[in-house]
């Protein structure tokens, strides 16, 4: 066996079988209601498996979980026939899953309930339990693997001589613990202790984020979280584990963990790959010279869909939010039955048709504002150089608030400190964490951690405060190397 690994991470692929629904207001409706290209998910990942395939140094593709939407058996087997062509080819396929894979069958508390889009509505249709996940991806893993934690669907392979991987599964209640329960923690500390007793290197994938991608993530919704997450860092810091691949947020982001002690380990959380700026990681880890580098792989046409010439991103990107918010502006500007017609399922549209007046007004107020007129109202304006000043007054405001929308999921937002955007937002989250204060209100107080402040939670959407790019990284394995 070779000592060198090259390989593929996957995460969120959330595939829909075509064979489950058919065109029209049901299937539209759930679209705008999430955050993914739910229609276009088949096209998508076909598009980075020919990416793939044509890779000869890959030898293997991880997938982490919500490979499909919502557990149902078609797009359970739509998928499994995309890991047969990789295998097929030549590539390793290991698979872990997660709540989107399975219905709960009132035992836990996953919600998810599959079904077929009808033209005008759904009905429900046969899908996989959780105890049903392993056996259906058998060879894809398990099957493998060095070692087996049967309970929660957890395994290590060997990737190459001296790399192995730790794919760990949940045996949480499906919404509010998705993590190792104490018997699979131990199974995990065995099997981290006896490779590196063995000297070689472990790298670990789950679905649940071990780092919150942005750290207000920790706060408002520790459910989002990896269960036994505290438990894990000491762990991953104590073996010398210096690598965790995640999902489930959908955001794209490295961040880095690093002790009272000095030792570290990163989180590479990875984008959906069904999100409009949806990636893949290509991963290389050297087991000779301990080097482990990872960068990020997108796709530049969409295949099969109706891209009309342009990029999946531009095709795909207004279909849900943040796009959706972005189209919505102009729309209810100047054609309000249009704007009626986006915002269902996605905003009240009924409720809306109400206030007609007042949001072609604030929409029309919204579009002609200016950079200039949020450093005037945050008090940042004296703060700007003459030629900020000039750029503030010709940027229009929302284009850069949709600017940082853009970022939400592929990171790497482009205002660092120093730029007038930078300045201005900060001075207006600064604003509004003195008027919360002063008038005490509760319910933005409580969006806030302790200790911290909406001006602190700012910092991570106006530019990449983390390990300065979200895309790529190159690090050591080494014990030694810190
Ligand atoms: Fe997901
Ligand atoms: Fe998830």
């Known amino acids: 066996m070779k000592r060198k690994t090259t390989f593929y991470h996957i995460t969120d692929s959330h595939l829909l079988s075509p064979d489950i629904w ?102 429900p249709i046969p899908f996989l339990r959780k105890g049903e996940l392993f056996g259906f991806y058998y060879d894809y893993g398990p099957k493998q693997a060095i070692d087996v934690h049967r309970e929660s669907g ?20 499906g919404r509010s613990h998705c993590g190792l329960f104490e018997d699979g923690m131990r199974w995990l500390q065995n099997a981290l202790h006896e490779a590196r007793e063995a000297g070689e290197y472990v790298l670990l994938a789950v679905h649940h984020p071990v780092l919150p991608p942005w750290e207000v993530f920790r706060h408002m919704a520790d459910y989002e979280l990896f269960g036994g997450y505290r438990e894990l860092y000491e762990m991953m810091c104590a073996e010398n584990v210096r690598v965790v691949f995640t999902g489930h947020t959908h955001l794209q982001s490295i961040r880095k963990y690093t002790d009272s002690a000095g030792r570290w380990f990163l989180d590479v959380s990875t984008i959906a790959l069904a999100n409009a700026a949806g990636k893949m990681r290509r991963v290389t880890a050297d087991a000779d010279s301990g080097v482990c580098t990872v960068r990020s792989v997108g796709i530049e046409t969409l295949p099969g869909a109706d891209a009309g010439g342009r990029s999946p991103f531009e095709c795909l990107y207004g279909l849900n939010f943040p796009g959706i918010l972005e189209r919505l502006l102009p729309l209810g500007a100047h054609d309000f039955d249009a704007f009626l017609a986006l915002a269902d399922g996605f905003l009240p549209a009924e409720k809306l048709r109400s206030h007609k007046k007042a949001i072609r007004f604030a929409c029309r107020r919204l579009e002609r504002m200016k950079l200039s007129a949020a450093a005037r109202l945050s008090a940042t304006w004296k703060k700007l150089t003459p030629a900020q000043r000039k750029s503030a007054g010709r940027e229009r405001l929302t284009d850069v608030v949709f600017e940082v929308l853009r970022h939400i999921y592929p990171g790497n937002a482009p205002y660092p400190p120093g730029t007038v955007e930078h300045t201005v937002f900060t001075g207006c989250a600064e604003k509004l964490d003195r008027f919360v204060r002063r008038f005490h209100i509760e319910a933005l107080q409580k969006l806030v951690p302790p200790g911290s402040s909406f001006a602190e939670i700012v910092q991570d959407f106006l530019y990449n405060n983390r390990t300065g790019d979200d895309d790529a990284i190159c690090f050591s394995l080494r014990e030694a190397d810190s």
């Open 154 to 173: 957890s395994y290590v392979v060997r990737l190459c001589d001296g790399v192995r991987l730790a794919m760990i599964g949940d045996n949480g209640n």
């Open 22 to 123: 058919v065109e029209g207001g049901a299937i539209d409706r759930r679209e705008r209601g999430d955050q993914i290209a739910l229609k276009a998910t088949p096209q998508i990942l076909d598009a980075f498996i020919e990416k793939i395939l044509a890779d000869d140094e890959a030898d293997a593709v991880l997938f982490t979980g919500d490979n499909v939407n919502e557990g149902d058996v078609q797009s359970h087997e739509a998928f499994r026939a995309r890991l047969e062509r990789l295998t097929a080819a030549g590539k390793r396929v290991f698979v872990t899953s997660a709540t989107h894979d399975y219905c709960g069958a009132g035992d836990d508390e996953n919600t998810f309930r599959a079904c077929r889009y009808t033209k005008d509505g759904t009905e």
